[in-house]
């Protein structure tokens, strides 16, 4: 069964960084597409960042963040980065990684496409 670990959340004030980490010990394919969503309570779950892992690796970004949030990966040891930069008390949420080999690229953002999941760890910007 496959497990996402998740770290690196905390409370920073607006302006500051933060980097996200998700490992995958254990996804073994070679071509998959991993993602970071986020949720405030009350809300839904909302694609954040993607990053699709094959031949060739490409991005993605919710409008929200770009410019902002990098998405990367470090295959060698099956972690996903998510570095955030320019925090905004509206980035506040529980952050979530993501991943699956069958995610349609179009619909990195769709939550369903998904059916791997982290515990989430939580962002606070003040």
């Known amino acids: 069964d496959v497990q996402l670990v998740e770290s690196g959340g905390g409370s920073v004030q607006a302006g500051g960084s933060l980097r996200l980490s998700c490992e995958a010990p254990?996804?073994?394919?070679?071509?998959?597409?991993m993602a970071w969503f986020r949720q405030d309570p009350g809300k839904e779950r909302e694609g954040v960042a993607a990053i699709f892992i094959g031949r060739r690796t490409n991005t993605w970004y919710a409008d929200s963040v770009k410019g902002r949030f990098t998405i990367s990966q470090d295959n060698a040891k099956n972690t996903v980065y998510l570095q955030m930069n320019d925090l905004k008390p509206e980035d506040t949420a529980m952050y979530y990684c993501?991943?699956?080999?069958?995610?349609?690229?179009?619909?990195?953002?769709?939550?369903?496409?998904?059916?791997?999941w982290g515990q989430g760890t939580q962002v606070t910007v003040s």
């Open positions: 993501a991943a699956d080999h069958r995610v349609r690229p179009w619909l990195w953002w769709v939550k369903s496409e998904y059916n791997y």
């Open positions: 254990g996804y073994t394919y070679d071509t998959y597409c």
